[in-house]
């Protein structure tokens, strides 16, 4: 992960990793979590100790220009 000054996340990504079998790749930006925002007052870390094993959770990445949604199963 690496994180902007915004707390927004930038990904660097493993092929056969988790990330990459639910369709994330390599220089994507995690900009929400179930519609909150990531930035410094709940980043990342903070959003996903919120999920429960077993919940789904829809992510919002941006990609180059393109805005992205993301259902991730916990």
């Given amino acids: 992960l690496v994180y902007s000054p915004s ?6 990504v493993l092929a056969g990793s988790p990330a990459a079998q639910v369709g994330i790749r390599a220089g994507d930006i995690i900009t929400s979590v179930n519609g909150t925002e990531i930035n410094l007052d709940t980043p990342l870390p903070e959003l ?3 999920l429960n094993q077993g919940e789904q959770a829809k992510f919002q ?3 180059g220009t393109e805005e992205i949604d993301i259902m991730i199963q916990f």
């Fill in 7 to 12: 707390g927004q996340t930038g990904l660097a």
């Fill in 48 to 50: 996903l100790s919120r």
């Fill in 61 to 63: 990445l941006t990609r």
